[in-house]
């Protein structure tokens, strides 16, 4: 068995990817910011839940059901140490989007509070917060990046004196181009206001480490099937110490409270009062055993491989005639996903081209993130991601594609 700790060379690599990853020898796949394919293990979990205890979390009082309860406690047990968090601290949610919706609805907002957010956002994290402001008549800033990709914590420092800020929201890292925000000084500066603060972890989870201790955010909002390596349906959002106690639930139902009376009810105890309904059992259970595979590689590994995949294709796109990176050409502070243009081609053109010609899947148009990338292109960007499991073979089939692309263009 190839696992913890195995140094993460190409060869390693290969052999891990033969065994645990079958969609990944069908093509050269540049697409993990999107989605990425559940670890082997990860896949047997939940076919095991659904052939020898399909039951629901919580309900029924036999052994199997008390299997599954201690099955899905053990998963928020390795989600929250995967963050340095407490159990109580995690509530699953069915991704991102949900997570974040978690927090924007659950807060009572007051009229004329700030919220600030960056021009780096994905709309999943613009759209729930121009919600709240368009129905309390909040206002929102949005920071600037610099050339580099980041924006920081002396502009929101700015911004910060002259407004009365009750939220900050920011990405971890940019879905466009990879770069890693500087989490902690921005919290800092935010803290030091009486602001509270939101983390988007969508693209950071199971790229760079995420310690909550270490950044000191209130909330943080997790993708499952992303780097984390998770299934489809799948994330989570941490809250700070008792916040889960205090946010309004978003949903609320069978297993979210109790009714009182024929006029009131109670909810249940956090997190339990956010997972309304019957959960993604299998899901979670998934998720959890995708965490563990990614702590068995070794996180540090797993950013360090990223990093160095990032450089070769940092330097193979620049090499290329034609093509324009905008992603930043130093790597230490990025996170694996780079996104570019060919002049005189709209990026669906290019990737139709790869993915027929050359079997090289990468992704196309605004990723969601229009407020940033419509600078670089009306039809938006060609966007490259990495992850631990790609090889220089991967980023080799892309150079060697874009140039035969381009040659058979002239
Ligand atoms: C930075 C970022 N935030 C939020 C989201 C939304 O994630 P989800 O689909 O899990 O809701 C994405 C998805 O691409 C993302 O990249």
Known sequence: MITAGAELDDITVRQIVKRDFPFLHSCHYLDSASVCPCPRPTVEAMTSFYYEH?????????????????????????????IGASSHEIAFTKNTTEAINTVSRGLVWKKGEGIVLTKLEHQSNVIPWLREAKQDDLTVFYLEPGQDGRVTPDDLEKVMKNHSIRMVAVTHVSNVLGTIQDVSA??????????????????????????VSAIGCDFATFCGRKALMGPQGTGFLYARGDWLGKLMPLTVGSRSGNIVNQLDYQDQEPPHRFEAGILNTS??????????????????????????????????????????????????????????NIRGFAPRVVSDWLDKEASVAVATGHQGSKLLTQAFSTDGVVRTSVHWFNTSDDISALAEGLRRFLSSKR
């Open 54 to 82: 399909p039951l629901n979390y919580g309900v029924g009082d036999f052994g199997k059901s008390r299997e599954v309860v201690r099955k899905v406690d053990e998963a928020r047990a390795t989600v929250a140490g995967f």
């Open 186 to 211: 921005l919290v800092k500066v935010a803290k030091q206001g009486g602001a509270l603060t939101l983390i988007d972890a969508a693209q950071s989870g199971g790229r760079i480490p995420f310690e």
């Open 283 to 340: 899901g979670v259970i998934g998720l959890g055993e995708s965490i563990k595979y990614l702590m068995e590689l070794k996180l540090e590994e797993v950013t360090q491989r990223i990093r160095s995949l990032a450089r070769l294709l940092v330097d193979v796109l620049c090499d290329i005639k034609g093509v324009t990176v905008h992603s930043p050409r130093t790597v230490e502070e990025q996170a694996g996903i780079v996104s570019w």
